[in-house]
Structure formats: structure tokens, C-alpha cells
């Protein structure tokens, strides 16, 4: 079945570090613009970071530049999210997200709440 899951979502202290991931099942993973999005209560989804196809380049939203950083491993079909610095204003359901044309995969999400 073709499916993005994510997981390592959980309540962490402002200043802490979380490391998402995110598994790609029954699609050429590698050949897909890979992303991670955020939705917080109230609030539309944002895209927090996107990293595309061989060679890999990457952008950020402005809010998470210099904390976050995405990365894949297309052999493991995995995707990866490492946030550092995290702030309360990052709370929210962390999204992995997968693209090709047309073609989307969208995840159930993970949970991610700072709070101290």
C-alpha cells in the first residue's frame, strides 16, 4: 500500500531538540520532492521544510532557518526532520509530505508540543 508514516513526535521543553522521521512505502521515494508541513489549532497548514530529488537542495520557511534541518536517505526511503532550538510556537502536527507532478502523498501526522 502506498503510504507515507511519520513518527519520534512527543512534549518537549522550549530549547530541547526532536528528530522526526518519515517512511515511504510502495513508491520510488527517491524521485519524489519530499517535505515536511505544520498545522497548529487554529491555524492553516505552513510548509516548514522541503528537500527535492538528487542533488537534494533545500529551503526553509523563515521561522525555522538555522534550527531545522530535513534530510532523506533514499535507500531507506527515509525522511527526516532534526529541530533544534524548539520554540512553543513550534507546537503543532508535523506533516510529511510526498510529491511527484501530480502525484501526492500526504501522512497522518505527528504531534509535536513544546512546552515547559
Known amino acids: 500500500q502506498v503510504q507515507v508514516v511519520e513518527s519520534g513526535g512527543g512534549l518537549v521543553q522550549p530549547g530541547e531538540s526532536l528528530k522526526l522521521s518519515c517512511k515511504g512505502y510502495?513508491?520510488?521515494?527517491?524521485?519524489?520532492?519530499m517535505s515536511w508541513y505544520r498545522q497548529a489549532p487554529g491555524k492553516e497548514r505552513e510548509l516548514v521544510a522541503i528537500?527535492?530529488?538528487?542533488?537534494?537542495?533545500?529551503d526553509y520557511a523563515d521561522s525555522v532557518k538555522g534550527r531545522f534541518t530535513i534530510s532523506r536517505d533514499n535507500f531507506s526511503q527515509m525522511l527526516y526532520l532534526q529541530m533544534n532550538s524548539l520554540r512553543s510556537e513550534d507546537t503543532a502536527v508535523y506533516f510529511c509530505?510526498?510529491?511527484?507532478?501530480?502525484?501526492?502523498?500526504w501522512g497522518q501526522g505527528t504531534q509535536v508540543t513544546v512546552s515547559s
Open positions: 528537500i527535492r530529488p538528487i542533488p537534494g537542495g533545500t
Open positions: 509530505h510526498a510529491q511527484r507532478g501530480p502525484v501526492e502523498y
Open positions: 510502495e513508491f520510488a521515494f527517491s524521485f519524489y520532492e
